[in-house]
T-cell receptor
Framework: EAGVTQFPSHSVIEKGQTVTLRCDPISGHDNLYWYRRVMGKEIKFLLHFVKESKQDESGMPNNRFLAERTGGTYSTLKVQPAELEDSGVYFC????????????FGPGTRLTVL | QKEVEQNSGPLSVPEGAIASLNCTYSDRGSQSFFWYRQYSGKSPELIMSIYSNGDKEDGRFTAQLNKASQYVSLLIRDSQPSDSATYLCAVKGTGGFKTIFGAGTRLFVKA
């Protein structure tokens, strides 16, 4: 069974540009989560989808970040326009059910904003 | 005060020893507690979850939870060099679905 996949693995962009990150969860997992780890800091929750609905987006830093999950399959996270402080590793995770179930993490996308 | 606090380490133990990792959390209503292992440059991997007070054992790993003290720990028995990694404590609080992570403790197991 394929795990959670993320694309791209690395992205280097300039301040003010737009970047779109993609996450493909494990097939059949309704729950999809986005997290971010900024250098030297802890992993921070961004948002949680149940199928195509945003269950909790309280961790989204500001309106430059837009997450979508059309059709309840893969998800995208767009940053527009990117700022220097957006640099970090963006992780996606998925789980079959919520609350107690195991979250499986993807390999992450390392974003560098210059 | 951070929501989930861990000693950043590094914690260094000899091979075969017991490694003890600790974590405290601030949300007294938290119900779900997790330990993740993260190797350098890799994604976090869940190794233990615990939901009620007491001990939970899985192989060489034992998670301990004390909700009154808002304290979670992870014991690794017979530590191996392959256990060298960063261990992340994570807590699922009340009123939402977000998982709050600690900054992690780096563990080195010396051969």
């Amino acid at each position: 069974e394929a795990g959670v996949t993320q694309f791209p693995s690395h992205s280097v962009i300039e301040k003010g540009q737009t970047v779109t990150l993609r996450c493909d969860p494990i097939s059949g997992h309704d729950n999809l989560y986005w997290y971010r780890r900024v250098m030297g800091k802890e992993i921070k929750f961004l948002l949680h989808f149940v199928k195509e609905s945003k269950q909790d987006e309280s961790g989204m830093p500001n309106n430059r970040f837009l997450a979508e999950r059309t059709g309840g399959t893969y998800s995208t996270l767009k940053v527009q326009p990117a700022e220097l402080e957006d640099s970090g590793v963006y992780f996606c995770a998925s789980s079959l059910t919520d609350f107690t179930d195991t979250q499986y993490f993807g390999p992450g996308t390392r974003l560098t904003v210059l | 005060q951070k929501e989930v606090e861990q000693n950043s380490g590094p914690l260094s133990v000899p091979e075969g020893a017991i490694a003890s990792l600790n974590c405290t959390y601030s949300d007294r209503g938290s119900q779900s507690f997790f330990w993740y292992r993260q190797y350098s440059g890799k994604s976090p991997e869940l190794i233990m979850s615990i939901y009620s007070n007491g001990d939970k054992e899985d192989g060489r790993f034992t998670a301990q939870l004390n909700k009154a003290s808002q304290y979670v720990s992870l014991l690794i028995r017979d530590s191996q060099p392959s256990d060298s990694a960063t261990y992340l404590c994570a807590v699922k609080g009340t009123g939402g679905f977000k998982t709050i992570f600690g900054a992690g403790t780096r563990l080195f197991v010396k051969a």
